[in-house]
C-alpha cells in the first residue's frame, strides 16, 4: 500500500484565514481523495483530484470554498478559504489501492477554528 | 441512494471478551465492502475488503464477513490494543466512491 503523508498534522486558525493542507504520496496514482471527518460524524467526501484536470466536488462543496490543486502524480493540496469555526474538522486525503475501490488514507490534518 | 449504518456506536469489552461489530449497508450493486481501523488522532487503516456473500476474511484476532445485506467483523479474544474505531464503507456498481459508516468505537478493558 501507499504511504501518505500530510501537512500540517494539526493546526488552529482564527476565523475568517485560510489554510492549505498537503499530501504528499510515495507512489505515482492517478486519483486522490480529500475527505473530511467532523466529530461522530462518518467520512465525507470532499472532491476527487486526478492530474491534469479540475477536481470534482461533492454536492455542497464548491470550488471557491475548497480549492485544489494536483500538479503531479505524488502531490495535491486542498485549502480551506475563509474559514469558520463549522469547518473544525479532520481533513484527510486517500488514493486509490491496487484493487477496485480500495482506498488508502493519510493520517489526516485536525483543523480547529476559533 | 446507497446507506451503510454501523451498530452499535459504542462497545465496551473485558480482555478475552470475544463480541461483533455490525454494519447494515443498502447499495445498488455491491462492488467491495471495506472495513477500516481509525486510532485516535489518525487517519483509517484498511483491515478487509469483501466482495461476495459468503466471502470471509481473517486477520490475527478479527474476522469479517459478509451477507446480502450485511457485514460483521467478529473479534475474538480481543486485547486492549484493539481498542480503536472500526468504520465499514461500501462501493456500489454506479460510484467508484465507497460509502462510510459513522463507526463503532471499541474499548477493550484490562
Redesign the interface.
Known amino acids: 500500500s501507499a504511504v501518505i503523508s500530510q501537512k500540517p498534522s494539526r493546526d488552529i486558525c482564527q476565523r475568517g484565514t485560510s489554510l492549505t493542507i498537503q499530501c504528499q504520496v510515495d507512489s505515482q496514482v492517478t486519483m486522490m481523495f480529500w475527505y473530511r471527518q467532523q466529530p461522530g460524524q462518518s467520512l465525507t467526501l470532499i472532491a476527487t483530484a486526478n492530474q491534469g484536470s479540475e477536481a470534482t466536488y461533492e454536492s455542497g462543496f464548491v470550488i471557491d470554498k475548497f480549492p485544489i490543486s494536483r500538479p503531479n502524480l505524488t502531490f495535491s493540496t486542498l485549502t480551506v478559504s475563509n474559514m469558520s469555526p463549522e469547518d473544525s474538522s479532520i481533513y484527510l486525503c486517500s488514493v486509490e489501492g491496487e484493487l477496485y475501490n480500495e482506498q488508502f488514507f493519510g493520517p489526516g490534518t485536525r483543523l480547529t477554528v476559533l | 441512494e446507497d446507506q451503510?449504518t454501523q451498530s452499535p456506536e459504542a462497545l465496551r469489552l473485558q480482555e478475552g471478551e470475544s463480541s461483533s461489530l455490525n454494519c447494515s449497508y443498502t447499495v445498488s450493486g455491491l462492488?467491495?465492502l471495506?472495513w477500516?481501523r481509525q486510532d485516535p488522532?489518525?487517519?483509517?487503516?484498511?483491515l478487509f475488503?469483501l466482495y461476495s456473500a459468503g466471502e470471509e476474511k481473517e486477520k490475527e484476532r478479527l474476522k469479517a464477513t459478509l451477507t446480502k445485506k450485511e457485514s460483521f467483523l467478529h473479534i475474538t479474544a480481543p486485547k486492549p490494543e484493539d481498542s480503536a474505531t472500526y468504520?465499514c464503507?461500501a462501493?456500489s456498481g454506479g460510484s467508484?466512491?465507497?460509502?462510510?459508516?459513522?463507526?463503532t468505537s471499541l474499548i477493550v478493558h484490562p
Do not use: D
Request: glycine share 22%; proline share 9%; hydrophobic share 35%.
Open positions: 451503510v462492488r467491495g471495506f477500516y488522532g489518525k487517519g483509517p487503516e484498511f475488503t468504520l464503507a462501493a467508484y466512491i465507497p460509502t462510510f459508516g459513522r463507526g
